[in-house]
């Protein structure tokens, strides 16, 4: 992730067979579109540090476990895909943040 361009606005690498962990705050902060779903990427995910003009978010379809916390989301976002993995707890809807 480190060599990938700094004003990135696009990253999609869905449908492949990655596997290994995944850390948001390493993603350029211009990025708009993210999907990595449909590969075998595991562990948590921290979704406290991503880039404020993030609009999706498609992490679908992969082993992603723990518990996740979407108290944080950037305003800009419109989807947010996390269906078909493993997390766990407890989402309290009213706290999630107001979108745009």
Known sequence: ???LPRELVHFLLSKNSF?????MD???QTLVQMA???NSLSGTVDLTHLPAPL??????????????????LPPTLE??????????GEIELGSLP???
């Open 79 to 88: 989807v947010l895909s996390l269906n078909s993995n493993m997390f766990s």
């Open 1 to 3: 992730v480190e060599a």
């Open 36 to 38: 990595v779903s449909e």
């Open 98 to 100: 107001r979108t745009t």
């Open 19 to 23: 596997v290994g962990t995944l850390s």
């Open 55 to 72: 609009k999706e978010l498609h992490l679908h379809d992969n082993s992603f476990s723990g518990s996740i916390d979407l108290t944080h």
């Open 26 to 28: 390493r993603f350029s």
